[in-house]
């Protein structure tokens, strides 16, 4: 049996609190295909086959489902507890209108280059069409000018 990581201690700590795996990668900031890939480390590592039998393995409770926020917040290790003030409201619905809908491009970093790279160069497309119209336009007014 290997040692676990801590991200793999955080994640079947989550799991054991029947977090589903999108729900644990909004909680760590990660995705959830890395808190699937960490969760399956920790069940080779702890000889399990599913993320109960893990959080047993590790000594914790599985609670029953219904879990209100409140009491999942108060299960959470304090460095994974949300950093929400009484009284300030929720995060998510202080951002600005567009962060609601408009999501970041993926924590990769060459994937988030590629974005970068592609939506400079459509608004330099977009820039250069503007620029085009507005010559053939002046260039048609230059010809109807009177002598």
């Known amino acids: 049996m290997g040692r676990l990581t801590r991200r793999e201690i955080e994640c079947v700590q989550l799991a054991g609190l029947r977090l589903s795996n999108q729900e644990i990668a909004d909680v760590l900031g990660i ?19 599913h993320r109960r ?21 108060e299960r959470l290790p304090e460095r994974l507890r949300p950093a929400v003030s009484p009284g300030v409201g929720n995060p998510i619905d202080d951002r600005p209108w567009a ?8 924590a990769n970093r060459l994937i988030r280059l590629g974005v970068i790279v592609g939506a400079t160069a459509l608004w330099l ?4 069409g503007l620029t085009s119209l507005v010559m053939t336009i002046f260039s048609t007014l230059d010809a109807w000018r009177p002598s």
């Open 125 to 128: 497309l977009v820039l250069g």
């Open 31 to 49: 995705t959830p295909s890395t808190v699937a890939n960490y969760l399956q480390s920790a069940n080779a590592k702890l000889g399990t086959s």
């Open 99 to 106: 962060a609601r809908f408009w999501r970041p491009p993926p």
């Open 53 to 73: 039998a893990a959080a047993q393995a590790l000594g914790i409770q599985y609670p029953g489902a219904g879990m209100t926020d409140a009491e999942l917040a």
